[in-house]
């Protein structure tokens, strides 16, 4: 059973800072493509940043430049740095194992 936890949402101003980190236990992590997706209210979940097992990444383009992916094997930990917050940056975000295991989501809001 693959679980995945996460952590470090919250309340940030625009132009903020937040990081968030997924903690993946009971599969061998370093295999497999970990991703952030997010979900406003009233939209369907999209894709933010997703990062391979070689460490190649990729980023929707709304966040290109402000969102940096990454992944820490030796913790079995991916992490989404986020700067330059918008208010549309707004949704429940959540990691991905696989392209298809979900973990419960954490909310950001960005809002003065």
């Known amino acids: 059973q693959v679980q995945l936890v996460e952590s470090g949402g919250g309340l940030v101003q625009p132009g903020g800072s937040l990081r968030l980190s997924c903690a993946v236990s009971g599969s061998i992590f370093r295999l497999y493509t970990m991703g952030w997706y997010r979900q406003a209210p009233g939209k369907q979940r999209e894709l933010v940043a997703e990062?391979?097992?070689?460490?190649?990444?990729n980023y929707t383009d709304s966040v290109k430049g402000r969102f940096t992916i990454s992944r820490d094997n030796t913790q079995n930990t991916v992490y989404l740095q986020m700067n330059s917050l918008k208010p549309e940056d707004t949704a429940v975000y959540y990691c991905n194992f696989n392209r298809g295991f979900w973990g419960q989501g954490t909310q950001v809001t960005v809002s003065s």
């Open positions: 990062i391979t097992s070689r460490f190649t990444t």
